[in-house]
């Protein structure tokens, strides 16, 4: 038994997070590369701010060419949560990359010497098959979020990727790009069954648990056929 560091609810599973605290987890970093796509299309702000007029003082005052916000999410960096910019905006790679150079330092690595000896020593780096991208690093830490669910950071991963995922919406009032699925979950019964922009299996936000779109498709039809007997027998 644990507790859930990010709501305290308790859970049987052992780990530090929640079956929806960590869906939410899965479904951040999965949205976060198209996040990025559409944050960058914000950097140069539409329409420039008409010409200042001159008025009474004189003076107009130059419009910023790029929105630095955005110029900051983007851009290169350093990951230092410590020492954020001024209103607490991190470059978003390297935010990723701190966090799975962090996470593969704590991820016991297991090798064996010529001589047949195993070492267990911490990975050394976080080499993510995609290239040292904001792509790249959420399928590396998508990768090891079964380790890191583990992990009482966990919790510190979360209110960091939840902060980061806020600030982007509120710059690109973009809504996260989920579609409701008709059948609740066969799993938890909530109506909490989405599908994911990108992502081939269907996911309840609630529990977690992970359909495949065939099996999605076999158990609503199912479930919708039952339903709709169980009305005309009512009828
Ligand atoms: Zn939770
Ligand atoms: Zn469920």
Known sequence: MSNCTICRRTTDTGLHACPRHATELRLWLAELPGQARLLSQFLTPTSAPATGRLGGTGRATAPIPVDLRVLTLLGPGHPDANHPDDDGTVPIRAFLGGWAGYIAYTHPAVTRDPHGTTHIHPCEQAWPREGETITGWCTWLNRYL??????????????????????????????????????????????????????????????????????????????????????????
Do not use: M
């Not at 380790?147 to 600030?167: E, F, K």
């Not at 109506?191 to 994911?196: G, T």
């Not at 990108?198 to 199912?222: M, R, S, V």
């Open 146 to 235: 079964p380790y890191a669910l583990t992990q009482p950071w966990i919790g510190d991963l979360h209110r960091q990727l939840g902060d980061l995922n806020a600030r982007i919406l509120d710059l690109t009032h973009a809504t996260p790009h989920t579609h409701d699925r008709a059948a609740p979950c066969p799993q938890c019964g909530t109506f909490d069954l989405v599908a994911i922009d990108g992502q081939a299996d269907i996911l309840c936000k609630t529990c977690g648990h992970q359909l495949d779109p065939q099996a999605y498709e076999q158990y609503a039809a199912a479930y919708l056929h039952s339903h709709q007997t169980a009305t005309d027998t009512a009828a």
